[in-house]
């Protein structure tokens, strides 16, 4: 069950990076993040207000709880800042895959930390996970995305490893906390921390806050809140799962990569479609032995 929960996770990861996409275009990245981080809250606020209602303010009401799911936040926050500025300047089949990298660094993480163990099968997965990565930074160089001149592309591998840490910290947290409670307070808190930046950024420091570029509305900015409410409700619920291994997870959601790619080549477009399916063809079978290994 947690295998179909995660596959479910990576379809709605993907149509929310292509949401992510659509709205930060020539668009101010900063207040998108803030208006996601509210529209997350707004959709997870009656689990919030019940709780409250009932008397229950989380967990175990602890103050300690708490500090935990705000230390959550900041790393997600983190994660999404830099994944905002990457995707805006990156090409979709380009981004997409540096998110592969992701499995990676959770698979150290989980092997070290969780003493998760691997079959064959998924060590076979894994290694082809690696080789989809080394293909798609050579693919990147040829397009003026290399590590040595690009900010978005040392934004975007960034990005994957605060990922990668809020992955194993999610594994440490569901340990001990229900995660529909996990998913609703880190999401309260995420608007608080981003919507005082945004009004600190903007007083102190408005080059930072990007205020010389106009914000526009745009409808798919809620549908980025509502596809990852989506997306991260099948994630938690998966990994809440006894027998779940984060290392997988984290690897079968990475399959999101398929969505933003398809739109990337059939919409926008984008160039050296016929490598990049080659890449696109080891991370599916590396994301089919994983799935086999794990059934």
Known sequence: MWVILALCSAVGLGVYDIMKKLSVRDNNVLIVLMLNTFFGMLLMSPVIISGICRGNYGFDGTVAAHGLILIKSVIVLISWLLGYFAIKHLPLTIQGPINASRPVMVLTGAVLIFGERLNLVQWMGILLGFLSLFMISRIGSREGFSLRNSRWIWMSIGAAVFGAVSGLYDKYLLRSYAPIDVQSWYSFYQFLIMGTAIVLMRRLCPAIAGVATRFRWRWTIPLIAVFLTVADMAYFYSLSFDDSMISVVSMIRRGSVIVPFLYGVIVLH????????????????????????SS
């Open 270 to 293: 984008e160039r050296n479609i016929k490598v990049k399916l080659i890449d696109l063809g080891i991370l599916m079978l590396s994301l089919t032995l994983l799935v086999i290994g």
